[in-house]
């Protein structure tokens, strides 16, 4: 794999996909940049060639393996690779969609990017018409995006999906589909090589596939960053809650990456109780297992849809005399009027910031003053490089040591 010269990695963004998109190429571009640098500036010291010969030299190898006759940029300057792949998605009257592929792929690396939860309006049809997408929509332009990447020639086929559709579909109870796994076996029959995203809602969902890898990152890193800059976690008085029982396990890797006592919520819930309304859900009672009275309590989720569990366990917390209450949310959907009930419950002071990544784009949640965003798009870039350049995934995927690392150079604050 030539590390200096990336130019068979490609980035193809679906309508939805591409300010996230955007963001990961721009991390892209840079962290390239970085590695040619240090590339230059190593090969200069061992062998004792100037660093503007040695950058002459490798343009001059990557020239020489690279297929086409053409060669762009100067010879003795760093050439910035182009990443994103030209392409244009037409939505027809009936609702059809069309992806066409502007460029060669042939051979390539290729990574699609899509926000199924984007609910704002994308570009169709050069930008003549702007649309409201379902996540079934979504869903379909990757579908026909996969198959025009494979028609087009793709080596191979990345999927990068911050948020796997219908992951929350992946136990049967009843006379119900596993609609969970079979999203991802027709998007292997596509042939789709690997899925990266975040926080899936259940790992066993990667069990239905079999050939297609699943990458599944954790955003804990850049969430326990953003807690470490307030002030009340460095107090004695705070406490981890697991917001329920399925919470678990996420919330003891941040007690025990914090160096902090674990609580838990256990909810009854009554499943003869169906409604739509998010401050009407099923939960029947709460009981509290920890001490909480006082003290700053942080509690983290994998996804928040219309978030009426989590207001009532902030609401329940505060009654039982919970001091601040701070909640991390991987996977921020806050779908229907999650955002004017959090508004509410704020202004009654049931809790005191939510932290949230940008796996999802959402423009009227950043106005809010209790909420704070968290940018995701780096651990993406880092992971597409080194998948791209068949590198160990292990620190990115397993970032307890990067944590103890930011707390190491962290001040104790009184």
């Not at 939505?91 to 699609?112: H, M, Q, T, W």
């Not at 042939?191 to 955003?219: C, K, P, Q, W, Y």
């Amino acid at each position: 794999m030539n590390h200096s010269n990336p130019a068979n990695l490609a980035v193809l963004a679906c309508p939805g996909g591409e300010v996230f998109a955007d963001e990961v190429i721009a991390h892209l571009e840079k962290g390239h940049r970085h590695s040619f640098n240090n590339l230059t500036a190593e090969f200069s010291k061992r062998y004792g060639i100037d660093s503007q010969a040695v950058v002459r030299q490798i343009n001059f190898i990557n020239d020489i393996l690279s297929p086409n006759r053409r060669f762009p940029g100067s010879a003795d300057k760093y050439r910035p690779p182009r990443f994103k792949v030209s392409a244009k998605f037409t939505l027809f009257p009936n609702g059809e969609v069309k992806a066409e592929i502007l460029e060669s792929i042939r051979g390539k690396d290729i990574y699609i990017v899509q926000d199924v939860e984007n609910h704002y309006p994308v570009s169709f049809n050069g930008g003549d018409s702007k649309n409201v997408l379902s996540v079934n929509d979504h869903l379909l332009t990757i579908f026909v995006t996969v198959d025009a990447a494979r028609q087009a020639g793709a080596e191979r086929v990345t999927l990068v999906l911050p948020v796997y559709p219908y992951s929350r579909q992946h136990k049967k109870k009843g006379r119900e589909g596993l609609t969970a796994g079979r999203v991802g076996k027709i998007l292997e029959s596509l042939g789709v090589n690997r899925i990266i995203t975040l926080d899936i809602h259940s790992r066993e969902i990667s069990n239905a596939f079999d050939r297609m890898r699943l990458e599944n990152l954790h955003a804990s890193f850049q969430i326990i960053r953003s807690l470490s800059r307030m002030p009340e976690i460095h107090n004695d008085d705070f406490v981890v809650v697991s917001p329920d029982t399925g919470a678990v396990d996420r919330n003891k890797f941040y007690a025990t990456a914090l160096k902090k006592p674990l609580a838990l919520l256990y909810k009854e819930r009554d499943y003869s109780k169906l409604s739509a309304d998010a401050m009407e859900n099923n939960i029947s009672e709460i009981k509290l297992l920890g001490d909480i009275r006082g003290k700053t309590v942080f509690m983290a989720d994998d996804m928040l849809g219309t978030g009426g569990t989590l207001l009532k366990a902030m609401k329940f917390l505060k009654d039982e005399g919970a001091g601040k209450v701070i909640c991390a949310i991987s996977l921020p959907l806050f779908t229907g009027e999650a955002i004017k009930y959090f508004d509410d419950a704020y202004k009654e002071g049931l809790f005191y910031k939510i932290i949230g990544t940008n796996a999802v784009y959402q423009e009227e949640l950043l106005k809010c003053e209790w909420y704070i965003s968290v940018n995701i798009t780096k651990l993406f870039a880092q992971t597409i490089t080194r998948l791209h350049q068949g590198l160990s995934m292990s620190s990115l995927l397993d970032n307890r040591d990067v944590i103890v690392k930011l707390f190491s150079d962290v001040p104790e604050k009184a």
